[in-house]
C-alpha cells in the first residue's frame, strides 16, 4: 500500500503542473499579442480613431461568430444585469482603452502606457478574488509588486507630459476593467460568450462616436495600407484571438493569477521594438526581464483556483 501511495503521488504532482501550465498558456501567448498592439497602435495616431477601431471590432465580432458556429460553440443571449456587465467590459476595456493608449502615445512615449497596464496586477490581484468570493491570495500580492518593478525596468519610465500621465492612468484602470467586470458573467457565457458579446457591443459604441465626432467614410476613404494593416492585425490577433485565450486562462485559475500574466505585455512590447528596428535591449532591459519572471515564477507556482 504504501509504495503505491509513493509511486502514485509524484504522478498525481506532475499531472497537476501540467494542467496548470495547459491553463495559464493561452493567457501567456493572449497578453503577448496584447503587448505587441502597443507598437502597431502607434500606426493609428493619425487614423480616424472611432471609425477605424469600430471597423476592428466589427471585424473581430464577425470572425468570433463564424469561429463559434465551426466549433459548435454555443452563445447564448445575455440577460438582466449581465448586458451591464458586458457593456461595461466594452465600455472600459475595448472603448476608453483604445482611446486612452492611442492618445497617449501622443503625449507620452509608448513606454509610459505600457508600463502603466504592467501595474494591474496590483489592482487584479486584490480586486479580483473579492468579486469572486474569495480571500486575496497573499502568494499573488507578493508577486504582483515584483512582476510590476519589472515591468518598470523593462520599459523605462520615458518621456511624457501630464496628460500623458492622465492617458496612462485611464489605460491602467481600463485594463483592470477588462478583467474584473467579466468575472461575473464568465460562468454562464465562458471565454466564448464574453469575447463575442464584448466585442460587438464594442463595435456599436465605436460607430456610434465615429458618426457623432465627424464623418467615418471619408477618414477610413483616407487611410493608408498600412494602418489597414495595423487594423486588420489588430482585429485578428490581438482581438478575436488574444481575447478568447486570456479569458480561458481568466476563468481556470481566477483574475489574481490571471493578472500577474500581464507583466508579459511589456516584454512583447519590448520585443516588438526590437523587431522593428528598435536595437538590441540593455542592461536594465535584462534585468528587468529577470524580476518579471521572478515575479511569475512565485505568483504561478501551485495549483490554481477557478475564478468563475
Not at 68 to 76: G, M, Y
Not at 213 to 238: E, F, N
Amino acid at each position: 500500500m504504501s509504495t503505491s501511495t509513493s509511486t502514485s503521488s509524484p504522478t498525481a504532482r506532475s499531472a497537476k503542473e501540467s494542467t496548470a501550465l495547459r491553463d495559464l498558456a493561452p493567457g501567456v501567448i493572449g497578453m503577448a499579442l496584447v503587448g505587441s498592439s502597443v507598437t502597431v497602435s502607434r500606426s493609428l495616431v493619425d487614423a480616424p480613431l472611432f471609425a477605424s477601431q469600430a471597423v476592428r471590432y466589427a471585424a473581430a465580432a464577425l470572425i468570433l461568430v463564424l469561429l463559434a458556429r465551426a466549433a459548435r460553440v454555443p452563445l447564448v443571449r445575455p440577460r438582466g444585469r449581465e448586458w451591464l456587465w458586458l457593456a461595461g467590459i466594452a465600455a472600459t476595456g475595448l472603448v476608453l482603452f483604445n482611446v486612452a493608449v492611442v492618445r497617449g502615445v501622443a503625449h507620452a512615449e509608448p513606454a509610459v502606457i505600457a508600463v502603466a497596464v504592467a501595474s494591474v496586477p496590483v489592482l487584479l490581484g486584490v480586486v479580483g478574488p473579492l468579486l469572486e468570493g474569495r480571500r486575496p491570495s497573499r502568494r499573488v500580492l507578493l508577486a504582483a509588486p515584483v512582476v510590476v518593478a519589472g515591468a518598470v525596468l523593462v520599459e523605462g519610465t520615458g518621456r511624457t507630459d501630464a496628460a500623458g500621465v492622465g492617458w496612462a492612468a485611464l489605460a491602467l484602470a481600463c485594463e483592470a476593467g477588462f478583467t474584473l467586470l467579466a468575472v461575473p458573467v464568465l460562468g454562464r457565457h465562458g471565454a466564448w460568450g464574453v469575447s463575442v458579446h464584448a466585442v460587438w457591443l464594442g463595435a456599436v459604441m465605436l460607430a456610434g462616436l465615429a458618426v457623432v465626432t465627424g464623418r467615418p467614410s471619408a477618414g477610413l476613404a483616407a487611410m493608408t495600407a498600412r494602418q489597414w494593416g495595423a487594423v486588420g492585425y489588430l482585429a485578428v490577433l490581438v482581438t478575436a484571438v488574444a481575447f478568447l485565450l486570456w479569458y480561458r486562462t481568466v476563468a481556470a485559475v481566477g483574475s489574481g493569477r490571471a493578472g500577474l500574466l500581464t507583466g508579459v505585455a511589456p516584454l512583447a512590447a519590448a520585443g516588438g521594438g526590437i523587431v522593428t528596428g528598435g536595437g538590441a535591449p540593455g542592461p536594465a532591459v535584462w534585468l528587468g526581464l529577470a524580476v518579471v519572471l521572478a515575479g511569475l515564477a512565485l505568483g504561478l507556482r501551485g495549483g490554481g483556483t477557478p475564478g468563475a
